[in-house]
C-alpha cells in the first residue's frame, strides 16, 4: 500500500510561490502515476496536474504555465512548484497515487490519497 504525505502548504501573498512536496514510500517500484489535487471551500475536489511513472506529465487549464510538477523517483517523492499564486488558488491540496490517469475526471481515479496541505492566497 502506499500511502502519500503532503507538506510545503503556508499562507502567501498574490504573485508568490510555493513548493509543495509529496513524499510516497513505495510510488516508484510500485509504477505509481501521481498527482496533485485540490479542493476550496464548499466545492468540489479538482483536479490540478499530475506526472506518470515515466515523467509524462499533464495540467489543468487553470494552473498551466504557473504550475510545475515534478519528481525525484529515487526519494518517492514528487513536487509542485506553484508561481504567480492567485487568491483562486486557495485550497487544500492533496496528492494521489495510483494508476497513471492523464487527466482524470474523477477523485476516484486515484487509489491512495495524502491528507492534504492547506495553501492560502491573499489578495
Known amino acids: 500500500q502506499v500511502q502519500p504525505a503532503e507538506s510545503g502548504g503556508a499562507s502567501v501573498q498574490a504573485g508568490g510561490s510555493l513548493r509543495l512536496s509529496c513524499t510516497a514510500p513505495?510510488?516508484?517500484?510500485?509504477?505509481?502515476?501521481m498527482s496533485w489535487w485540490r479542493q476550496a471551500a464548499e466545492k468540489r475536489r479538482e483536479w490540478v496536474s499530475g506526472?506518470?511513472?515515466?515523467?509524462?506529465?499533464t495540467y489543468a487549464d487553470s494552473v498551466k504555465g504557473r504550475f510545475t510538477i515534478s519528481k525525484d523517483g529515487a526519494k518517492d517523492t514528487v513536487y509542485l512548484q506553484m508561481n504567480s499564486l492567485k487568491p483562486e488558488d486557495t485550497a487544500m491540496y492533496y496528492c494521489?497515487?495510483?494508476?497513471?490517469?492523464?487527466?482524470?475526471?474523477?477523485?476516484?481515479?486515484?487509489?491512495?490519497w495524502g491528507q492534504g496541505t492547506q495553501v492560502t492566497v491573499s489578495s
Open positions: 506526472i506518470s511513472n515515466r515523467g509524462t506529465t
Open positions: 494521489a497515487a495510483g494508476l497513471w490517469v492523464s487527466t482524470p475526471l474523477s477523485d476516484r481515479d486515484y487509489k491512495y
Open positions: 513505495g510510488s516508484t517500484s510500485n509504477s505509481c502515476g
